[in-house]
């Protein structure tokens, strides 16, 4: 059973223009949301995370907003650069106690053409 | 420079062998996390260690083992009792009692088992 899902397995977006990639979660526990980027043969890089007490939290180019009543957060680039072409993953865990494990997505693949 | 390493990047086995990779992290964190991803799939737990001396399994440890002697280091043995061993292994680590969950990557090895 997947708790957290992207259900867009790619993106395509030109250079300068939005991306928005998904994930919907389905766990009511998970109140700590994370997004990394990974290129191939390489490990994964921390974006951006949202703790539930917010429903948005920027860094630059990149802003995560989280609806709680639906369970679905989504990332922002604004604006996408070719080099942002990489593999995105949306990840989850409850905060509390001393649980520290991280639920993840599939990953989208996000391709920003020039 | 503080990171996690991983070595070596790419490893060859033959089937029926035991093999170990290594991880370590000058990061002073004291929570580790290995990962395998397959093509297609998100990361997924294999085992995970919050203190020297103690770890837990993850959703996927069958055919798994690892060991927590050091802060520093926490290698992965897989065994010949692992049906599937081929596959992209990630090694994390994580502080605790920050209130941020966020795990950093090390670059990942990719193990070929014939």
């Known amino acids: 059973d997947q708790q957290v899902k992207q259900n867009s397995p790619s993106l395509s977006v030109q250079e300068g223009r939005i991306s928005i990639l998904n994930c919907d979660y389905t766990?009511?526990?998970?109140?700590?949301f994370l997004w990394y980027k990974k290129y191939p043969a390489e490990g994964p890089t921390f974006l951006i995370s949202?703790?539930?007490?917010?429903d948005k939290n920027e860094d630059g180019r990149f802003t995560v907003f989280l609806n709680k009543s639906a369970k679905h957060l989504s990332l922002h680039i604004v604006p996408s650069q070719p080099g942002d072409s990489a593999v995105y993953f949306c990840a989850a865990s409850p905060s509390g106690g001393s649980n520290y494990k991280l639920t993840f997505g599939k990953g989208t693949l996000l391709t920003v053409n020039p | 420079d503080g990171g996690i390493t991983q070595s070596p990047k790419y490893l060859f086995r033959k089937e029926g062998q035991n093999v170990t990779l290594s991880c370590e992290q000058n990061?002073?964190?004291?929570?580790m996390y290995w990962y395998r991803q397959d093509p297609g799939q998100g990361l997924r737990l294999i085992y995970y260690s919050q203190i020297v001396n103690d770890f837990q399994k993850g959703d996927i440890a069958e055919g798994y083992s690892v060991s927590r002697e050091k802060k520093e280091s926490f290698p992965l043995t897989v065994t010949s009792a692992q049906k599937n061993p081929t596959a992209f292994y990630l090694c994390?680590?994580?502080?605790?009692?920050?209130?941020?969950?966020?795990?950093?990557f090390g670059p990942g090895t990719r193990l070929t088992v014939t």
């Open positions: 766990n009511s526990m998970f109140d700590y």
């Open positions: 949202i703790s539930s007490i917010k």
């Open positions: 994390a680590s994580s502080q605790s009692g920050t209130g941020r969950l966020e795990q950093y």
């Open positions: 990061l002073n964190h004291d929570a």
